[in-house]
């Protein structure tokens, strides 16, 4: 088990620090006032504004700002609190972290989280023998909050049902088995370029690449999740061997499926599903 204050930390950081991809094996909550670009897995998304942004472990992240401004990181690790485990509590993982299909990001109106981030960091000055707990209960609120402000968002967004939504649909029902473009365009009535361009209007990402996205994210779920070996993950997410699995996911994530799972650790989840 790492260190305690090598799960959680709460960091004051300025934009420049981000300014190159980077990556690690923590979540990561960032909040962050002023306009520009960041990048997320090389996807690329404008902000302006107050926002809070949401990282998973071995994203690849580099922000771009108009002025040098101030971040707020916390940073935790898997370890520290699972938002696979804490699911029934507080609903983030495929909302805030893991989701493909819509911006990593909320707008914020308020300073809510702010203040949540201030009680937090006078937590961590005391260094007390109880301040873990109360920790992870700052943390879970943070996320309880900003789960509400996302799905708030995302009711006032709400408009007539888009047909690439069906997209969506079928990439979560065949991306074990259906690799290919051609697929999915048929089954949306679409030419394949007809098909491309829809997708990146809507989700503003390439149909290859959430279909990529797609895979890589069950393979996460599986080293993180499960005690299956590298090579049962392989053949669970359709691969020919492990070594082909193996190259396909560090070219991805920059790291091997054995190193990601060293790093970011068996959750609890894994032990309690062999129960």
């Known amino acids: 088990?790492?260190?305690?204050?090598?799960?959680?930390?709460?960091?004051?950081?300025?934009?420049?620090?981000?300014?190159?991809?980077?990556?690690?094996?923590?979540?990561?909550?960032?909040?962050?006032?002023?306009?520009?670009?960041?990048?997320?897995?090389?996807?690329?998304?404008?902000?302006?504004?107050?926002?809070?942004?949401?990282?998973?472990?071995?994203?690849?992240?580099?922000?771009?700002?108009?002025?040098?401004?101030?971040?707020?990181?916390?940073?935790?690790?898997?370890?520290f609190y699972c938002i696979e485990y804490h699911k029934n509590e507080v609903a983030c993982n495929g909302l805030l972290f893991n989701n493909l299909y819509s911006r990593p990001f909320i707008n914020l109106k308020d300073n809510e989280l702010h203040q949540v981030l201030d009680k937090l960091r006078g937590e961590i000055e005391k260094n007390e023998a109880y301040s873990e707990p109360v920790l992870r209960t700052y943390l879970q609120l943070i996320l309880a909050i900003a789960s509400r402000v996302k799905r708030q968002q995302q009711l006032d967004a709400a408009v007539a049902p888009n047909p690439m939504e069906k997209f969506r649909e079928l990439l979560e029902q065949h991306f074990l088995t259906e690799r290919t473009i051609t697929f999915y365009a048929q089954e949306m009535a679409l030419s394949p370029g007809a098909f491309s361009r829809k997708c990146r209007l809507y989700f503003g990402k390439s149909p290859s690449q959430l279909l990529q996205d797609r895979v890589v994210l069950e393979a996460k779920k599986q080293l993180h999740l499960t005690h299956k070996s590298i090579k049962e993950v392989a053949v669970v997410l359709n691969f020919d061997d492990e070594h082909y699995f193996s190259r396909f996911f560090k070219k991805h994530t920059g790291v091997s499926p054995t190193l990601f799972r060293e790093k970011v650790g068996i959750s609890v989840v894994a032990d309690l599903s062999m129960r």
Do not use: W
């Open 1 to 79: 088990m790492i260190a305690p204050p090598d799960l959680f930390r709460l960091q004051q950081l300025r934009c420049s620090a981000f300014c190159q991809p980077a990556t690690s094996e923590f979540y990561n909550i960032l909040l962050l006032e002023g306009s520009g670009q960041l990048s997320l897995d090389f996807t690329e998304y404008t902000f302006e504004g107050k926002i809070a942004l949401f990282t998973s472990p071995y994203q690849h992240l580099s922000i771009s700002s108009t002025s040098d401004v101030e971040v707020e990181q916390l940073t935790f690790h898997g370890d």
